[in-house]
Structures are given as C-alpha cells and as structure tokens.
C-alpha cells in the first residue's frame, strides 16, 4: 500500500464549480499535512497546511480526520487558474521524511 | 527570508556519464533537505534526505548518490548515468509550515 493516496483525476469542472479531493495516509504516526499546487513543468508550491479542526483561505478548505486517515480540499467557486495539480504531503516526525501523493489532476474550463 | 538555489535548470547528459546537481539555501540554519525526482507524467519519489552535515538517509536503492557538505549545501551525483535517471529533480528544505522548492533541474539522459 503507498503510503500517500491520491486519486489521480483527472478532474474537469467548469468555472465557478466546486470542487473537492481526497487523500489516505498509512502511518497513523504522520504528524503535519500539506497541499501543494504544481503548474506544468514546474516546481510544487505550498498551498496551505492542514490543521486538526480545519482551516480555510478565501476559496480553499482543508480538513484532516486522524481517525479515518485521510485529508481533503475543497474549492469553491473555481477559477480558470485553478487548474493544476494538486499534491497531497504527508510528513512524520519521527522520521523527517516528507512523502507526496502522485497528485489530482484539475482542469477548469470556461 | 530563506530562498532556495537549484542549478542548472536543464541538463542533457549522454548514459555512462557523471552527474552532479547542487542546491542551496540561504537565510536559514540546520534544514532539513531534500532531494525528489519526478518522472514523466508520475509523482515525487523521495530520494535523499539528510537532516544535518554528513547525514544522508537514501530511500531508494539506485545509483544515485547524495552528500551534504556543509549546512546548506546539498548535492546530488552520479558515477554513471543511465537511461532511466531522466526526469525532473527537486531540492527542498523543510520548516515548520512545510516543504519549499527550488525551480528544479530537468535532466534528460540521451
């Protein structure tokens, strides 16, 4: 079992949609969680962390539930710029290691 | 603030020749750092991490190798490239909030 799922997508919405993607961890010892943004061709950027009692930013919502093991983000009201792919990251403390789904696909059209 | 430094950013090598890629940081003390390839169209596979000087943890069997000669440097290298170490590689240090990246380096072994 990989130790970060993602599913691969790809996602088509149209513009103003919402949208919502899943990710399941396998080390119940996992400690922080990301969700990066990658563009084509180019390196991931941080999106946002990921809090216990979930958090938000203008159109993103990130929640965490440890018991189940899995994250998600939601987006509201999807822009064109949106479109990207969005990686799931997993990070344990006791080992220092950061571990990144294969990422969800996200394709906005007008 | 802390930026992150990865050279060069394409890089077109013939099989059985050396490799060695160097990233930097800056503005920071004791990262942790990371080295990530990413094959076409597939997600980040960790390679290296190294937590301190001289300490390098490799995740995966290869023929890849890493060395942290001072705090912020790390470098990746290889006696003898082979076909299938083509790909993007990504250097990343991590704090607290998350994991940044440097812009990458796409290798393309012909």
């Known amino acids: 079992r990989k130790e970060v799922e993602q599913d691969p997508g790809p996602f088509n919405v149209p513009e103003g949609a919402t949208v919502a993607f899943n990710c399941t961890y396998s080390?119940?010892?996992?400690?922080?969680f990301f969700w990066y943004r990658q563009d084509c061709r180019k390196e991931p950027k941080l999106l946002m962390s990921?809090?216990?009692s979930g958090n938000e930013d203008g159109r993103f919502t990130a929640q965490l539930n440890r018991a189940s093991q899995y994250i998600s983000l939601l987006i509201r009201d999807s822009k064109l710029s949106d479109s990207a792919t969005y990686l799931c990251v997993v990070n344990s403390l006791h080992t220092d290691k950061l571990i990144f789904g294969t990422g969800t696909r996200l394709q906005v059209f007008p | 603030s802390q930026t992150i430094h990865q050279w060069p950013a394409t890089l077109v090598q013939p099989v059985g020749s050396p490799l060695s890629l160097e990233c930097t940081v800056e503005?920071?003390?004791?990262?942790?750092l990371y080295w990530y390839r990413q094959a076409a169209g597939r997600g980040l596979q960790l390679l290296f991490y190294s937590v301190g000087i001289g300490q390098i943890s490799s995740e995966v069997p290869q023929n890849l190798s890493a060395s942290r000669p001072q705090d912020r440097q790390f470098i990746l290298s290889s006696k003898k490239l082979l076909l299938s170490d083509s790909g993007f590689y990504l250097c990343?240090?991590?704090w607290g909030i998350g994991a940044f990246f440097g812009q990458g380096t796409r290798l393309t072994v012909v």
């Open positions: 990343a240090w991590m």
């Open positions: 503005g920071t003390s004791n990262p942790n």
């Open positions: 080390n119940s010892a996992s400690q922080s």
């Open positions: 990921v809090y216990s």
